[in-house]
C-alpha cells in the first residue's frame, strides 16, 4: 500500500485514482496520521439477475415426481 500526504494527494489525485483502479490500495495522510483510502469501487452487482439464477438452478434442482426424501438420502442425494 501507497501512502501519501494530503497536500500531494490533492496534486496527484488523477494518478491515485488510475493506481486504485488498477488495484493499488493508497492511504492518505494528514498531519501523519492515515486518514483515509483510495480503493478501487467495487462493480455494481445486478440483484435481480443473481435471483433469477437462483431461481433458473432452483427449478433445475427439483426431485423428479415420485422421487421422496428418504430415496434421495439412500441415492446419496442428499
Same mark, same amino acid.
Given at each position: ?7 500531494? !494527494? &490533492?496534486?496527484?489525485?488523477? #494518478?491515485?485514482?488510475?493506481?486504485? !483502479?488498477?488495484? =493499488? ?7 501523519? &496520521? ?5 480503493? %478501487? !469501487?467495487?462493480? #455494481? ?6 435471483? #433469477?439464477?437462483?431461481?433458473?438452478? /432452483?427449478?433445475? %434442482? ?8 428418504? &430415496?434421495?438420502?439412500? =441415492?446419496? /442425494?442428499?
Amino acid at each position: 500500500m501507497r501512502t501519501v500526504g494530503l497536500f500531494e !494527494a &490533492k496534486q496527484k489525485l488523477s #494518478e491515485l485514482v488510475e493506481r486504485a !483502479a488498477s488495484g =493499488e490500495k493508497v492511504g492518505i495522510t494528514r498531519r501523519g &496520521k492515515l486518514a483515509a483510502y483510495i480503493v %478501487a !469501487a467495487r462493480p #455494481e452487482v445486478d440483484v435481480r439477475a443473481v435471483f #433469477e439464477d437462483i431461481e433458473k438452478i /432452483r427449478k433445475r %434442482a427439483r426431485p423428479k415426481q415420485g422421487l421422496t426424501s428418504r &430415496k434421495m438420502i439412500e =441415492e446419496g /442425494r442428499m
